[in-house]
């Protein structure tokens, strides 16, 4: 007989830098961009987990994201672009977003990514960059993080990714 029970072991995610784009205050919700707007469509899901022998499903936790869009820019006077997200019951959260484009950043591009704050009580603030498999200019920056790698497939017509985010408790 194989044993029922399986042992779940957590890997905390790895933090990337913030960036130079935060803003505080991002609005509740689960669309990043607004109807219309150009870009290839992109949902982004998974679970808010945290670091220990039960990996428990966090509720209610915040993840905030903020990325640029599809021509590789940052709103940073409205808050297009950037949504709070809450974590629900089943512990699972889900966004809507444009597939980011790249940019200039002194005198090479960034990859494409995703930045995100997890917001848990009882947890160290974690904050990190999601970058896409297969980007050319993941090879040469220097904050990208293999461990971080979204790996999209097309569901239903849609490009959707499945990233499990798990932070470290503050004791």
Same mark, same amino acid.
């Given at each position: 007989?194989?044993?029922?029970?399986?042992?779940?072991?957590?890997?905390?995610?790895?933090?990337?830098?913030?960036?130079?784009?935060?803003?505080?205050? /991002?609005?509740?919700?689960? =669309?990043?961009? #607004?109807?219309?707007?150009? @870009?290839?469509?992109?949902?982004?899901? $998974? *679970?808010?987990?945290?670091?220990?022998?039960?990996?428990?499903?966090?509720?209610?936790?915040?993840?905030?994201?903020?990325? /640029?869009?599809?021509?590789? =820019?940052?709103? #940073?006077?409205?808050?297009? @672009?950037?949504?709070?997200?809450?974590? $629900? *019951?089943?512990?699972?959260?889900?966004?809507?977003?444009?597939?980011?484009?790249?940019?200039?950043?002194?005198?090479?591009?960034?990859?494409?990514?995703?930045?995100?704050?997890?917001?848990?009580?009882?947890?160290?603030?974690?904050?990190?960059?999601?970058?896409?498999?297969?980007?050319?200019?993941?090879?040469?920056?220097?904050?990208?993080?293999?461990?971080?790698?979204?790996?999209?497939?097309?569901?239903?017509?849609?490009?959707?990714?499945?990233?499990?985010?798990?932070?470290?408790?503050?004791?």
């Amino acid at each position: 007989d194989a044993d029922a029970s399986v042992n779940i072991v957590c890997t905390a995610t790895d933090d990337d830098p913030e960036g130079p784009y935060y803003k505080a205050g /991002a609005p509740t919700r689960s =669309t990043l961009f #607004t109807p219309g707007q150009p @870009g290839t469509k992109l949902i982004v899901r $998974g *679970r808010v987990l945290g670091l220990g022998s039960s990996c428990a499903l966090l509720a209610g936790a915040i993840v905030e994201v903020w990325q /640029a869009d599809a021509a590789g =820019t940052y709103d #940073t006077q409205t808050f297009n @672009g950037r949504a709070a997200v809450t974590v $629900g *019951r089943d512990g699972t959260y889900q966004f809507e977003t444009l597939w980011p484009g790249h940019y200039l950043n002194g005198n090479q591009y960034r990859p494409a990514h995703i930045h995100i704050k997890v917001k848990a009580q009882g947890y160290i603030l974690l904050t990190t960059q999601l970058y896409f498999e297969g980007d050319p200019y993941n090879a040469i920056d220097s904050m990208y993080k293999p461990s971080l790698v979204l790996r999209p497939k097309i569901e239903n017509g849609t490009q959707v990714a499945t990233f499990d985010l798990v932070v470290v408790p503050t004791n």
